[in-house]
């Protein structure tokens, strides 16, 4: 393994609809976070990458 990130990683959701996300049955999402693109990136490269984090305790 070249690189290992501990990180947290970002989740933006955007919905479909106005209103509370928990109704919403369509929405986009995209992937964030500084450490997380700096993984993505160097995996892109040809760098063998891992990645470390954990769940939250969110209704998601």
Known sequence: MDVVGI???MVL???HTQGQMR???NFSS???GAET???IGLAKLGHNTGWI???G???F
């Open 7 to 9: 990180e947290e990683t």
């Open 13 to 15: 959701f955007s919905p």
């Open 23 to 25: 109704y919403a049955r």
């Open 30 to 32: 995209k992937i964030a």
């Open 37 to 39: 693109n700096t993984i």
């Open 53 to 55: 984090s954990r769940v």
């Open 57 to 59: 305790k969110d209704e």
